[in-house]
């Protein structure tokens, strides 16, 4: 089935480190985004890729850093620079002229 | 920023239309009107969109006013699993637009 599939779903993570959360869509969209969500907010953007090889800078990125390699996949590492990981975060793909699909999610903790 | 108002919340009976409204007052011609909802710890699912004509679909309809400057989103018989936070979104079909979500309407649909 087409899709958009985050992985895994929670992910746990100690102060200090490094985390990459995986994202994969087989619609063939060329358009890709991060969103991070904290509690009873919506959702803020991190990142967003419109074609392979460039993504550029959403509204909170400092402390996130992403690629985009391949069509298929936009992965987002949580970087120690990070103060405050702890979120739900939510990646989407999507073309230009039509809506965006999104996984369902990734919860990321901090202990 | 988000270019739309919604109200925090609302409630409806099971089984009642729905009627969520949205102000986009600053929408420009080519900008078009997305709603999603999310329901609690899920990655936000599209209902519909439109840019002037009014929409319907399996889920929902959608009326834009004919200055474009409001819409509302109609769930026509709601049902319990409507009960989700609902979002307002204006987008240009362009490349580079993003999906830029605001903290949206929470609808509970009570018994």
């Known amino acids: 089935d087409g899709g958009i599939t985050q992985s895994p779903k929670y992910l746990f993570r100690k102060e200090g480190q490094n985390v990459t959360l995986s994202c994969e869509q087989n619609l063939n969209h060329d358009a890709m985004y991060w969103y991070r969500q904290d509690p009873g907010q919506g959702l803020r953007l991190i990142y967003y890729s419109q074609i392979v090889n460039d993504f550029q800078k959403g509204d909170i990125a400092e402390g996130y850093s992403v690629s985009r390699e391949k069509k298929e996949s936009f992965p987002l590492t949580v970087t120690s620079a990070q103060k405050n990981p702890t979120a739900f975060y939510l990646c989407a793909s999507s073309i230009w002229d039509s809506e965006a699909f999104f996984g369902q999610g990734t919860r990321l903790t901090v202990v | ?111």
């Open chain 2, 1 to 111: 920023d988000a270019k739309t108002t919604q109200p925090p919340s609302m409630d409806c009976a099971e089984g009642r239309a729905a009627n969520l409204p949205c102000n986009h007052s600053t929408i420009s011609g080519n900008e078009y009107v997305y709603w999603y909802r999310q329901i609690h710890s899920q990655g936000p699912q599209y209902i519909i969109h439109g840019l002037k004509n009014n929409e319907t679909n399996e889920m929902a309809s959608l009326i834009i006013t004919e200055d474009r400057k409001s819409s509302t989103l109609i769930l026509p018989h709601a049902t319990l699993r409507d009960t989700a936070v609902y979002y307002c979104i204006v987008r240009f079909h362009n490349y580079g637009q993003n999906f830029v979500f605001g903290p949206g309407t929470r609808l509970s649909v009570l018994p």
